[in-house]
């Protein structure tokens, strides 16, 4: 789970834009299993992301591909206090946890950047689902 971690702060440092500031970032399967994460200190992240809502997401965005219109890479939720980005890559999902002012469009712009750099822990994810 260390190198996950590391693996997180590095997208964190170097994929996604300084300016997003509260961040954090938590990497799951799709059954909701925290793969890894890291918490923004000023953020109250880890008291809102649990394993049900990361599963919940898994289902939506299953459901959201029926629509004829391809498979959903991503879907994004707004609240009061906080905004949640679900970025789906094969069989792990990545939650972008930031507060209200942060730009999403900096975020979903640098989305094909996270599908590239998360599309190899994935793809060891399912080869090890493989082998058991």
Do not use: C, P, W
């Not at 299993?33 to 992301?49: E, M, R």
């Not at 898994?58 to 459901?63: E, I, K, L, R, V």
């Not at 498979?71 to 209200?100: A, M, P, Y």
Request: hydrophobic share 40%.
């Amino acid at each position: 789970m260390e190198k996950v971690d590391e693996f997180l702060e590095y997208i964190k440092v170097s994929i996604l834009d300084k300016s997003i500031v509260d961040t954090s970032l938590i990497l799951s399967d799709r059954d909701g299993f925290v793969l890894g994460k890291i918490i923004d200190k000023s953020s109250s992240a880890d008291n809102v992301i649990d394993n049900s809502l990361i599963s919940t997401f898994s289902s939506a965005t299953d459901q959201a591909s029926k629509l004829h219109a391809g498979n959903n890479k991503s879907i994004v939720s707004f609240f009061e206090d906080r905004i949640i980005v679900h970025i789906n890559v094969s069989n792990v999902i990545l939650s972008i946890i930031t507060d209200t002012e942060s730009n999403v469009g900096l975020i979903l712009g640098s989305q094909d950047d996270l599908i590239r750099s998360l599309t190899s822990l994935s793809n060891s994810i399912q080869s090890d689902i493989q082998d058991m």
